[in-house]
Structure formats: structure tokens, C-alpha cells
Antibody, heavy 119, light 110 residues
């Protein structure tokens, strides 16, 4: 059974940094693209970033490009999202998701981790 | 990366069929057959219902079907059931190797 467990969320000040992690199990992690999708409180889904099977192919939404960095450690079955220069509008639940294609579709999702950016 | 356009809400009675539209442009929905649909119940993670316009993942009821015409994709739920009450989101692969979601549609079973 596929299992995705996010961690690393919390409260951070504007301009600060956070690193999210997503521990994966139940599938061959190195064979699948992965992604991050966020959802601001009471709002819709918002794609953040995706990464193919290695760190050489990464994709970002315009709203986070240059501030966020997606990466993966296939030896640890773990996906990461380094978030720098955080803004209030980055406040959201961040979901880790397994993709069955290059960037999507996301066929399995974690339960999410809440990131709050506030002074 | 503008969000795809979905109706805010759609409702129907049990047993009826409803259709949710998802309108984009030639740079996303109209340009690629990579439209997906997700169901999200309150407080839960999204669930993939349709991918590649009209394909159902294993385990998803055949009451859910997808289609596309031009820049608009559609999700149809037939034989509406109480458990179908949820938020539904479309997504599409878009130019410059990005992904765009729709604003979401709240489905209410009357």
C-alpha cells in the first residue's frame, strides 16, 4: 500500500525558510515522479512543483520559482521542498503526491502539513 | 498560469446525472490530452478520479466519466449518490511544463 507522510510544517516569519519532507513507502520511489500541491485555508488546490525520477528534471509554478527548490533522495525514499523567502500568501496545507506521469496525474496523496507564514 | 474556470457549485438529486465543466485555453486544456479530475471531501486529501481526459483509475466507480471538446473538459457523475457530495477540481498540463488547477466545484446532493 502506498503511504506518503509529510513533515516539517509550522509557523515561520515572512522572509524565513522551511524545509518540508515527504517519506514514501509501498512503491518503488525511484521510478516515479513526485510533486507538491498546496491548499490555502478555504481555497482550492494550487500546484507548486514536480520532480521527475532524478533531480535533473524539476518543474515549478511561477509563484514559487526562484524561492522554492524541490529535490529527492531516492536512497532514502524521501521527497523535499526547500522553501525560502516565505510570504504570507505561501500559508497553506502542503500535500506530497505521487505522480504516474511526467508532472502529474497524482494518484496518491499524503495527508498534508500546514505551513503558516506570519509575523 | 491562470486557473482553469469551473462553476462554483453544481447540485442534483440522488440518481440524477450532473456535469462539471472546466474551461481553459489552447495553452492548457485545448493543447494537451492531460486533463485530470480530483474529488476532495472536507478535511481529506484529494483523490484522483479521472486522468488523461477520460481514464478511470482502478477502484473508481464507472459512474464517473470524463470528456473534452476544444478548450473545455467535463466531468459527468451519473446515478448521483450522497457520498459524491464533495469538492471537485480539474487540472491540466500546460505550456512551459507546468500544471494548472481549476478553482473547484462544490457538488451538493439534494
Amino acid at each position: 500500500e502506498v503511504h506518503l507522510l509529510e513533515s516539517g510544517g509550522g509557523l515561520e516569519q515572512p522572509g524565513g525558510s522551511l524545509r518540508l519532507s515527504c517519506a514514501a513507502s509501498g512503491f518503488t520511489f525511484s521510478s516515479y515522479a513526485m510533486g507538491w500541491v498546496r491548499q490555502a485555508p478555504g481555497k482550492g488546490l494550487d500546484w507548486v512543483s514536480s520532480i521527475y525520477t532524478s533531480d535533473t528534471n524539476t518543474y515549478y509554478a511561477d509563484s514559487v520559482r526562484g524561492r522554492f527548490t524541490i529535490s529527492r533522495d531516492n536512497s532514502k525514499n524521501t521527497l523535499y521542498l526547500q522553501m525560502d523567502s516565505l510570504r504570507a500568501e505561501d500559508t497553506a496545507v502542503y500535500y506530497c503526491a505521487k505522480a504516474s506521469g511526467l508532472i502529474d496525474p497524482f494518484d496518491h496523496w499524503g495527508q498534508g502539513t500546514l505551513v503558516t507564514v506570519s509575523s | 498560469q491562470s486557473a482553469l474556470t469551473q462553476p462554483a457549485s453544481v447540485s442534483g438529486s440522488p440518481g440524477q446525472s450532473i456535469t462539471i465543466s472546466c474551461t481553459g485555453t489552447s495553452s492548457d486544456v485545448g493543447g494537451y490530452d492531460f486533463v485530470s479530475w480530483y474529488q476532495q471531501h472536507p478535511g481529506k486529501a484529494p483523490k484522483l478520479m479521472i486522468h488523461n481526459v477520460s481514464n478511470r483509475p482502478s477502484g473508481v466507480s464507472n459512474r464517473f466519466s470524463g470528456s473534452k471538446s476544444g478548450d473545455t473538459a467535463s466531468l459527468t457523475i451519473s446515478g448521483l449518490q450522497a457520498e459524491d457530495e464533495a469538492d471537485y477540481y480539474c487540472s491540466s498540463f500546460a505550456s512551459r511544463d507546468t500544471l494548472v488547477f481549476g478553482g473547484g466545484t462544490r457538488v451538493t446532493v439534494l
